[in-house]
């Protein structure tokens, strides 16, 4: 069974760029959850969605973020007009419908030079 | 507000010296405790969930205990391919409340 896969796993934008970070969770989950992990700080929560639904969005930034989970398709974590301090390690993690576990991809490295 | 916080945040052993991962929390009530390991460069690796006081599991030389006010990462004889940093994270009983708060993480090196 495939993992979490995240597309791509590096990405570079120069400032004012989009960045568009694709997710797909493990077959069979309907949850996803995005993280994200600034150079030399920990992992922290940005937004909780199933399919059509964002269920928590409290961790995204209020400005030029934005996340979807559609029916058919991977989540994508869109970020507008991007600048220096948008550069971290974005992970993306899955879980089952009643379990609480979640399972993390390999993360998308995003450069803003 | 939920916080975790782990100690020590860096751990150097020698191989075969037994050790223990500190991971103290405050939560409005506990859902769950997660361990994860992390490699550098790849996503966290799942490996222990509790969920009351005085569980513990078992995964080869780990092992995790949960209190209600910490959680312990024992790592018994430890061996280089150990080394890597150790994250925990809560998950609230808040009704709707499915995201990770995660520690700062130990980052453990293990010499041969």
């Known amino acids: 069974n495939a993992g979490v896969m995240q597309n791509p796993r590096h990405l570079v934008r120069r400032r004012g760029q989009e960045a568009r970070l694709r997710c797909s969770p493990v077959?069979?989950?309907?949850?996803v959850y995005w993280y994200r992990q600034l150079p030399e700080e920990g992992l922290k929560f940005m937004v909780y969605?199933?399919?059509?639904?964002?269920?928590?969005e409290s961790g995204m930034p209020k400005e030029r973020f934005s996340a979807e989970f559609p029916k058919e398709g991977p989540s994508i974590l869109r970020i507008q007009q991007v600048v220096r301090g948008d550069s971290a390690a974005y992970f993306c993690?899955?879980?089952?419908?009643?379990?609480?576990?979640?399972?993390f991809g390999p993360g998308t490295r995003l450069t803003v030079l | 507000e939920d916080q975790v916080t782990q100690s020590p945040e860096a751990l150097r052993l020698q191989e075969g010296e037994s050790s223990s991962l500190n991971c103290s929390y405050t939560?409005?009530?506990?859902?769950?405790l997660f361990w994860y390991r992390q490699d550098p460069g790849k996503g966290p690796e799942f490996l222990f969930t509790?969920?009351?006081a005085g569980e513990e599991k078992e995964k080869e030389r780990l092992k995790a205990t949960l209190t209600k006010k910490e959680s312990f990462l024992h790592i018994t004889a430890p061996k280089p391919e150990d080394s890597a940093t150790y994250l925990c994270?809560?998950?609230?009983?808040?009704?709707?409340?499915?995201?990770?708060?995660f520690g700062q993480g130990t980052r453990l090196t293990i010499n041969p």
């Open positions: 993690a899955s879980s089952p419908s009643g379990r609480n576990e979640q399972f």
């Open positions: 077959k069979g989950h309907s949850h």
């Open positions: 969605l199933q399919k059509e639904n964002i269920i928590d």
């Open positions: 939560v409005s009530g506990l859902r769950g």
């Open positions: 509790l969920y009351s």
């Open positions: 994270a809560v998950q609230a009983l808040s009704q709707g409340a499915q995201k990770l708060v």
